[in-house]
C-alpha cells in the first residue's frame, strides 16, 4: 500500500521560512512525480508544485513562484517545499500527493496534510 | 491560474442520481479530460475518476464519469448518505504547464 506522510507545518511570522516534508513508502519513488496541493480554511484545493521523477523538471503556481522550492530525494523516498517569504494567504494544510503521470490523468494517493499557520 | 468551473452546490434525494460538472478549455479538460475527487470533511481528498472514466480500483460503479467538449461530468446513481461531500474536478493545462482545479462542489443528500 502506497503511503504519504507529511511533516513540518507550524506556526510562522510573516516573512517567515518553513520546510515540508513527505515521506513515501509502497512505492517505486523515482519513477513518479510527485506534487503539493494546499487548502485553505473552509476553502478548495489549490495545486502549488509538481516535480517529475528525476527531479529534473518542476513547475509552479504563479502564487509561489520565487518564494516556493519543491525538490525531491530519491535515495530517502521523500519529497520536500521550501517556503520562504511567506505570507497570511498562505496559510493552508499542505498535502502531498502522487501524480498517476506528469502532465497528465489525476493525483491517486494523498497524505494526510500538514497544517501551516502563518501570522503574527 | 485560471481554474476550472464548478457549481457550488447541488442537492439531491436518497436514491436519485446527481450529475457533477465542470468546464475548462481546449488546454485542459478539452485536451485531456479530467479527473474528479471526493474530500468528506476534515479528510484528504480521494480520487474517483480520471481521464475521464477510468475508475481507480476499490471505487463503486455508481461514480461514472465522462466528457463532451470542454466539460467533464461526474454522475453518481443511488445517492447515499455517504455521498455527502464536496467534489473537485482537477485537470492539467498544456498551456500553462500547471495542475488546475475546479472550485468543488458541496453534494447534499436530503
Known amino acids: 500500500e502506497v503511503q504519504l506522510l507529511e511533516a513540518g507545518g507550524g506556526l510562522v511570522q510573516p516573512g517567515g521560512s518553513l520546510r515540508l516534508s513527505c515521506a513515501a513508502s509502497g512505492l517505486i519513488f523515482h519513477n513518479y512525480a510527485m506534487s503539493w496541493v494546499r487548502q485553505a480554511p473552509g476553502k478548495g484545493l489549490d495545486w502549488v508544485s509538481t516535480i517529475s521523477g528525476s527531479g529534473g523538471s518542476t513547475y509552479y503556481a504563479e502564487s509561489v513562484k520565487g518564494r516556493f522550492t519543491i525538490s525531491r530525494d530519491n535515495s530517502r523516498n521523500t519529497l520536500f517545499l521550501q517556503m520562504n517569504s511567506l505570507r497570511a494567504e498562505d496559510t493552508a494544510v499542505y498535502y502531498c500527493a502522487k501524480d498517476q503521470v506528469l502532465g497528465h490523468y489525476g493525483l491517486d494517493v494523498w497524505g494526510q496534510g500538514t497544517t501551516v499557520t502563518v501570522s503574527s | 491560474q485560471a481554474g476550472l468551473t464548478q457549481p457550488p452546490s447541488v442537492s439531491k434525494g436518497l436514491r436519485q442520481t446527481a450529475t457533477l460538472t465542470c468546464t475548462g478549455n481546449?488546454?485542459?479538460?478539452?485536451?485531456?479530460?479530467a479527473a474528479w475527487l471526493q474530500q468528506h470533511q476534515g479528510r484528504p481528498p480521494k480520487l474517483l475518476s480520471y481521464?475521464?472514466?477510468n475508475r481507480p480500483s476499490g471505487i463503486s460503479e455508481r461514480f461514472s464519469a465522462s466528457r463532451s467538449g470542454n466539460t467533464a461530468s461526474l454522475t453518481i446513481t443511488g445517492l447515499q448518505p455517504e455521498d455527502e461531500a464536496d467534489y473537485y474536478c482537477?485537470?492539467?493545462?498544456?498551456?500553462?504547464?500547471?495542475?488546475?482545479f475546479g472550485g468543488g462542489t458541496k453534494l447534499t443528500v436530503l
Open positions: 481521464r475521464n472514466n
Open positions: 481546449s488546454n485542459n479538460v478539452g485536451y485531456q479530460g
Open positions: 482537477s485537470a492539467w493545462d498544456n498551456s500553462l504547464s500547471a495542475r488546475v
